[in-house]
């Protein structure tokens, strides 16, 4: 080798991209990480907020991947330039609203540019033949190398072996035996291989973190929009979609119903850009009105809220309405029987 070789690695916090850059570190080469990110990947946001998920691990699993590896990370924000991505994928969704294979052409696209700015040699990603039916089948890989304008100096370590030899393997600067031939939606042999180097402690290898990707989120993420007219977002809306009880009795506005204290917490935190309604006469859920509300509105959501409340089988519950002007205006409403909240409502 003429040179000491430098690569970047997309780590998405994974196991394969956890594996992928192991494989390629063990080699001898200089590896550096990047996680971009998009806003839809937030891991353990619910597991904070909520009291019941207070023991599950939290943590950003991209800092604690490069941590393991002992490599440097950089965290890139992509959100403002993600949302085309979302808006207008080339090759369309997968089964929700997940964009996989315009996704990972946007992101091997923004380590090129990394790469070609600072100086280093090719990328490195965790991608399995097979193992995604959109984004990782033989053909999608081709359109990402061609449409990210890296071609060959992508190098996918853990399936190397099934597809052409790449830059790093005839420069020399990878062994290509040392590579793997995975291939298949099984993720034993991962598991495997992280067994034989010793790594036990690692992200649910059979998930992802992507919003995107559940349909629960999907839901509410459609009637956003359709709500606004437009296809448009920002990060609060990301994080608001993720929390609480989400429920729309009219077509001008929607009620964010906290389901546990964490949640009523963090609801309250946007007291003063949203209205908002709190029980006063029994314990209850904080709850955000999001939309133009109409005369008879604010009283529909309380009665709304009192269902949710200790109060629900009161005869009358008081709530104090709040604007984010900071004005109050006291209701005493009945509690809405639970068959009169049509499941249409519920997002």
Known sequence: MSKHPKALSLISGGLDSLLATKVVLDQGVHVEGVNYFTGFCVEGHTH?????????PKRNNALWVAEQLGIKLHLIDVVDEYKDVVFNPRYGYGANLNPCLDCKIFMVNKAREWIDANGFDFLITGEVVGQRP??????????????SGIDDRLLRPLSARNLPETLPERAGW??????YGFSGRSRKPQMALAAAFGFEDYAQPAGGCCFLTDANYTVKLQDLWQSRGSRRYELDDIMLLKVGRHIRPAANFKLIVAREEGESNFLYGYRKLYPNLMTTSHGGPFTLLDGELHPGDVELAARIVARYSQGR????????????????????VRPMPADDVPKAWLL
Request: charged share 45%.
């Open 313 to 332: 089988d009161a005869r009358e519950v008081a709530l104090e309405y709040r604007n984010p002007d900071g004005t109050l205006q006291a209701y005493h």
């Open 134 to 147: 959109k984004s990782q089948r033989k053909d999608s890989m081709r359109l990402v190398l061609r449409d």
């Open 174 to 179: 990878v062994d290509r035996q040392r590579l």
């Open 48 to 56: 904070a907020i909520r009291q019941k998920d207070r023991g599950r």
